[in-house]
């Protein structure tokens, strides 16, 4: 896997006056718009729907640590299944784990406020 170029996490979505996203270190990572359209000609988003898109950008690390830990066990999985038949049960409880932890980092992103 190959290092993180972007800032690390955790990261959180504050809404009391602007919607951003803001770093362990309270830095801003993003601040979101409710304008729709190019500069902002075709309305206004609906507050509820800025707040969602908040919430998925605040879950991106988790959910690309997430990804890249399930790609892991995958590969595992099909190696075991391949090549060594007696670890395949470990690996795939392994990529089980995986799988749940995705589930979680995406039940986070989905949350319904």
């Not at 049960?89 to 992103?109: G, P, T, V």
Request: net charge negative.
């Amino acid at each position: 896997m190959s290092a993180a170029k972007h800032t690390p996490a955790p990261w959180r979505y504050e809404a009391p006056d602007e919607v951003c996203i803001k770093d362990a270190d309270g830095g801003r990572v993003a601040i979101l718009t409710n304008l729709r359209g190019a500069l902002g000609m075709s309305g206004r988003r609906d507050p509820n729907e800025v707040i969602a898109n908040a919430r998925l950008i605040a879950t991106a690390p988790e959910l690309l640590e997430a990804l890249r830990r399930l790609e892991v066990a995958a590969n595992t999985v099909a190696y075991c299944h391949d090549k060594h038949r007696g670890n395949f049960a470990a690996a795939l409880s392994d990529m089980e784990s995986e799988a749940e932890a995705a589930r979680a980092a995406i039940a986070k992103a989905e949350v319904q406020s």
